[in-house]
């Protein structure tokens, strides 16, 4: 897969970020992911609450939400595996860089698309680390993981990306895409020196 042809990011993770920064400390990894799958359940379930009158939304995310929950129970699980608990939440800063790119006001049409967006950009930057982290880590067990995690965030990705698509009468999501993608390559410059997923 290619990132610069599916996903369109524009600045790829160094997979020296696995080798020096996240084998010396799996379990901040493994921690940080249990609460990115939390977050993203959190973020379908209020997609539902403010979108109810969109049943097709409503249906989506419902499914979404008891994906992640599953994803979730799974990184927990190989938590306690290792011997690890799972700890306190970890603020995820670069979700909340690309939260400040959003439409603050404007229609509740723009404000969809734009979370539609964000949920995407997420997404597909998941999905981007999760493939770096499968063919770098000398882990057997955690490279086979984050392939499968990997084609999963790739669907999620591409089904924001429709939504938003399906759901902007009067707004040129290709454009705001663009211009979502570019902010993000400006972002992660300062990132991928966490042993986080966004780190």
Not at 105 to 132: N, W
Not at 133 to 148: K, R, T
Not at 158 to 179: C, N, P, Q, T, Y
Request: hydrophobic fraction near 40%.
């Amino acid at each position: 897969m290619s990132e610069k042809t599916i996903l369109k990011l524009q600045l790829p993770t160094d997979p020296l970020w696995v080798k020096n920064v996240v084998e010396s400390n799996i379990e901040e990894l493994l921690t940080d992911h249990a609460y990115c799958e939390q977050k993203a359940a959190s973020n379908a379930i209020t997609l539902i609450i403010q979108n109810p009158n969109l049943s097709d939304i409503v249906q989506e995310m419902i499914a979404l939400a008891q994906e992640e929950m599953e994803h979730f129970k799974m990184v927990h699980e190989l938590l306690l595996k290792r011997g690890f608990i799972l700890g306190k939440e970890r603020r995820d800063n670069y979700v909340n860089e690309l939260r400040k790119y959003m439409i603050v006001g404007g229609s509740r049409e723009q404000q969809l698309v734009d979370r539609l967006l964000l949920s995407a950009m997420i997404e597909a930057r998941s999905c981007e680390r999760f493939k770096v982290l499968s063919e770098n880590i000398n882990d057997e067990e955690l490279s086979v993981f984050y392939h499968e995690l990997m084609i999963s965030e790739a669907t999620h990705y591409a089904m924001f990306l429709r939504l938003a698509r399906k759901h902007a009468s009067g707004i040129d999501v290709d454009a705001r895409w663009a211009e979502f993608l570019a902010y993000e390559a400006r972002v992660i410059q300062n990132y991928g020196k966490g042993e986080t997923v966004h780190g």
